[in-house]
């Protein structure tokens, strides 16, 4: 009886249903659709591992703590005998040295443009060996057989439109090297997006490496041997200081990389999912809440005939079950469009992904049904529980029950705790010395103020609708009045359906004050600390003698200034203990004339005199001060002891790593071990043109299409455009989120249409025109839309207000509030709130006034 009466009770009310339907549908298709990708992407390159990874790989002895740093500009290498090594290993067939290196880049002379992949895959450059599972063939040409051929891939020769015979040229940290494009090599399974470039073994090694050496040695066996025997066979015979790696294992790691590679796209994905989830409860509260008040007298002779209130509980419960499974059903389905979204979309970047694979594994379904049916059913526990306490007697009344005025109490006393601890805990964060502390009290008050103005909602709605609604009745008139009026008659249900588009609003203005703080911060501290004109950045191969002199000797270029960065580095503190911080070598001029640093204490003209130069976080942190000495470890058993002569300031444009003077360094790090210089500056001549010489400069670098050229303002471009990255993913979770929302508001005036049709019929009838009762519908849309809007834009302001402060001191040094974008939220508010009401308004207008006063 109870499903039968649950099926009929959906089937009646199908319509009502569809928008929630719809949200459900939305969160389900995000999770779905992210698994099948995520699980398609792995599989097709697990596939692509195992078919062309060797038995055994032999490779160079992993660094223990940088104590066996390679040489700059060199990846680690084996010795050339070592093939012939593993070779007499038993149960090996076969093994081949191979040479493969990804700090090279590919270039077209004819037009001085990069050939290969710009999005993030790597460009690989190796020796052409032939092995028993290579993973490209020559479809057209020959192998490489002299110093001057190369074979290049064919989905990189047909995207730069190369052909046999055409000049192409590999770049690297030794320079510039010339060939011809003898063959063409197709992958005989997926493409990963990478491109491939090969030479003979003796050019590569010579060209890549430097020296007669290997990169690694793949082995294949003759099947006599399992790979764990063959690796453990290798490890005795080569010596355990080498890294040995069976095909499982090489496959594993390899994977676990694409799924690291992945893992943005795939957290960002899963965060739409979260976003519909969370609105799209609201969103099913409202229409369950609405739909329970609509059938109070049904529920209430249900209970008069004998019905209990578990059974009554249950039957709404039901109802939201079977929405739950079939919005899942439905937003599996839509999944695997989504998925297929995402595969368009990483081909359209250069990974090569087959749509009709697609890998639909049973956590997909899982997923999928575990998350629909959970939030529709839980989003629906609450006005089930209302409707399990419907009393018989309800039946006889004309209108649902009353509002509950314990109830509304207690839920404003508990909305007024939680919002007021959380606002105490985004003043602890914005107070907070330290960033980690603040960044806790900030997330933590960001969920409490984000619950509290839920829970406080209808409180809030009460008193803000009544003021944002003020001026309808003098500008409208009686629509005016009563659509003031029908905002407040329910705040319950204002204020659920306010928050979704509340939580969205919050998001765009807390990160529109985020970025722009950052934006402008960074903005200053360019202004105030670079005393460059010119930044030069080196991409994959570092930067050349070459480059650096190209950029000397151009017309209007004063002086250049390059640095090494040697990476994390041991450091030994005065009290014996060690540490690690980012190490930068450094002209004796670079402070003073380049730059011009915030100093906590000492002199930055130290740094060029032997003293070391470290941020103020890491000073307060070891406890240490000017004067101090520390040993600084640069690996290979090179060290140098040296003062501190300098303490930056925290939150400057350096960061908080540590530098040395390049001289200084030299003094104990032979030239070989050196790291390349991958960034360097330089500073136009008294009186010259900034432009101009940036053009001239552009022009003297053009055979050197890795270099990145920018002035102080294409710097400060730059910068904003990395954060417009991280914006635009914000914003796109916020569009789905205010559209779910606008779904919400749709559906609350549509149900509310449908709950007043008696009362919209009597006011028809006594004189209420079809435009003032659209108007009507719209305006209380709007002042919803708007009320919302007031909510999110307080939140967020609060929300971005504060993780500024927090990071005051890690370079959002300046507050900036993005005036234009909180006005254009607020008016986006209106046209959201008017576009929500067009089909409810609709529907109003056309009921026949007769029917709608006669409905029961």
């Known amino acids: 009886m109870l499903l039968k009466t649950s099926l009929r009770s959906f089937l009646a009310h199908k319509?009502?249903?569809?928008?929630?339907?719809?949200?459900?549908?939305?969160?389900?298709?995000?999770?779905?659709?992210?698994?099948?990708?995520?699980?398609?992407?792995?599989?097709?390159?697990?596939?692509?591992?195992?078919a062309t990874a060797s038995d055994i790989s032999v490779q160079p002895p992993k660094p223990a703590d940088d104590e066996d740093r390679p040489a700059a500009g060199k990846p680690p290498t084996v010795p050339a005998s070592l093939p012939g090594r593993v070779a007499a290993v038993p149960g090996v067939r076969t093994a081949v040295g191979q040479v493969m290196v990804g700090d090279a880049i590919l270039v077209d002379p004819a037009t001085n443009k990069l050939v290969g992949p710009t999005t993030g895959a790597p460009t690989l450059v190796g020796n052409w060996t032939d092995t028993p599972r290579n993973p490209v063939r020559i479809t057209s040409g020959h192998v490489p057989q002299s110093s001057a051929d190369l074979v290049l891939d064919a989905d990189t020769a047909r995207k730069a439109g190369l052909r046999l015979g055409d000049r192409i040229r590999v770049d690297n940290a030794a320079g510039q090297h010339p060939y011809t494009i003898v063959g063409i090599a197709t992958f005989t399974t997926t493409n990963p997006g990478a491109a491939l470039a090969f030479l003979d073994t003796p050019t590569a090694q010579q060209v890549l490496l430097g020296e007669p050496a290997y990169t690694s040695v793949e082995a294949f066996g003759d099947g006599s041997r399992s790979d764990d025997r063959l690796k453990a066979d290798a490890l005795a015979a080569v010596g355990s200081g080498y890294q040995v790696k069976t095909a499982a294992e090489q496959k594993d790691e390899n994977t676990k990389a694409i799924g690291d590679g992945l893992g943005f796209l795939t957290y960002a994905m899963l965060g739409f999912a979260g976003i519909s989830l969370v609105v799209g409860g609201f969103l099913i509260i409202n229409t369950f809440s609405m739909l329970v008040a609509q059938r109070t007298r049904e529920i209430g002779l249900l209970r008069a005939i004998g019905g209990s209130r578990r059974q009554v509980n249950g039957s709404v419960l039901v109802e939201a079950l079977i929405l739950g499974v079939l919005g899942s059903t439905l937003g599996v389905a839509a999944g695997l469009g989504v998925a297929v979204g995402l595969i368009k979309l990483m081909n359209a970047i250069g990974m090569d992904l087959d749509?009709?694979?697609?890998?639909?594994?049973?956590?997909?379904?899982?997923?999928?049904?575990?998350?629909?049916?959970?939030?529709?059913?839980?989003?629906?526990?609450?006005?089930?529980?209302?409707?399990?306490?419907?009393?018989?007697?309800?039946?006889?009344?004309?209108?649902?029950?009353?509002?509950?005025a314990r109830s509304n109490t207690v839920r404003s006393v508990l909305g007024l705790l939680l919002t007021g601890g959380g606002a105490a805990l985004l003043v602890l964060a914005g107070t907070a010395e330290k960033a980690a502390t603040g960044g806790r009290y900030l997330g933590l008050g960001v969920v409490l103020t984000l619950i509290g103005s839920v829970v406080l909602g209808p409180l809030l709605a009460t008193v803000l609708v009544r003021v944002l609604g003020a001026l309808l009745p003098a500008l409208f008139g009686p629509s005016g009045t009563l659509a003031q009026r029908n905002a407040m008659r329910n705040p319950r249900r204002t204020g659920a359906t306010a928050a979704a588009l509340m939580i969205g609003l919050a998001l765009v203005i807390g990160s529109s004050v985020f970025s722009s703080s950052a934006v402008t911060s960074a903005g200053e501290q360019i202004d105030a600390s670079v005393g460059v004109?010119?930044?030069?950045?080196?991409?994959?191969?570092?930067?050349?003698?070459?480059?650096?002199?190209?950029?000397?000797?151009?017309?209007?270029?004063?002086?250049?200034?390059?640095?090494?960065?040697?990476?994390?580095?041991?450091?030994?503190?005065?009290?014996?203990?060690?540490?690690?911080?980012?190490?930068?070598?450094?002209?004796g001029t670079f402070f003073g004339t380049d730059f011009h640093p915030a100093v906590s204490s000492g002199t930055p003209d130290s740094v060029g005199h032997g003293s070391l130069g470290i941020g103020e976080a890491f000073a307060a942190d070891h406890g240490l001060k000017v004067g101090d000495r520390l040993t600084v470890d640069y690996g290979r058993g090179r060290t140098q002891t040296l003062p501190v002569g300098v303490v930056f300031r925290k939150g400057g444009l350096l960061g908080d790593g540590s530098f040395v003077g390049l001289d200084t360094?030299?003094?104990?790090?032979?030239?070989?071990?050196?790291?390349?210089?991958?960034?360097?500056?330089?500073?136009?001549?008294?009186?010259?043109?900034?432009?101009?010489?940036?053009?001239?400069l552009e022009h003297a670098l053009e055979q050197y299409p890795q270099l990145t050229v920018k002035d102080q303002a294409g710097y400060k471009k730059l910068v904003q455009s990395q954060v417009d990255t991280l914006l635009y993913l914000i914003y796109g979770l916020v569009g789905l989120s205010i559209t779910v929302a606008v779904l919400g508001v749709v559906n609350t005036l549509a149900l509310s249409v449908v709950e007043r049709t008696r009362e919209i019929g009597l006011l028809r009838a006594i004189g209420l025109s079809r435009r003032q009762l659209r108007r009507m519908i719209r305006l209380e849309s709007v002042v919803i839309a708007v009320f919302g809007a007031v909510l999110g834009t307080g939140l967020g302001l609060a929300w971005g207000v504060t993780a500024q402060r927090v990071l005051r001191d890690q370079g959002l040094g300046t507050l900036s509030v993005p005036t234009g974008t909180v006005a254009v939220t607020l008016v986006a508010s209106v046209v959201i709130g008017l576009i929500a009401a067009l089909v409810p308004a609709f529907r109003a207008g056309r009921m026949n006034v007769l029917a709608a006063i006669a409905t029961d």
């Open 15 to 50: 319509g009502r249903m569809a928008l929630s339907l719809v949200a459900v549908v939305l969160s389900v298709a995000f999770v779905s659709g992210t698994l099948v990708f995520s699980d398609t992407a792995t599989s097709t390159f697990s596939k692509l591992f195992a």
């Open 533 to 587: 004109d010119y930044i030069i950045a080196g991409g994959p191969t570092g930067v050349t003698p070459e480059m650096t002199d190209a950029v000397r000797r151009t017309p209007g270029i004063d002086h250049v200034t390059t640095q090494k960065d040697f990476g994390h580095l041991k450091v030994r503190l005065p009290d014996g203990q060690s540490t690690r911080t980012d190490l930068t070598a450094v002209p």
């Open 355 to 404: 749509a009709g694979d697609l890998e639909i594994g049973p956590d997909v379904f899982v997923a999928g049904y575990a998350v629909g049916v959970l939030i529709t059913v839980v989003a629906a526990w609450i006005p089930a529980r209302r409707a399990g306490r419907i009393a018989p007697m309800a039946a006889l009344r004309e209108h649902g029950t009353p509002a509950e």
């Open 665 to 696: 360094m030299a003094e104990a790090v032979p030239a070989a071990e050196q790291p390349a210089v991958r960034t360097f500056f330089a500073k136009a001549s008294s009186g010259a043109d900034v432009t101009r010489t940036l053009t001239a």
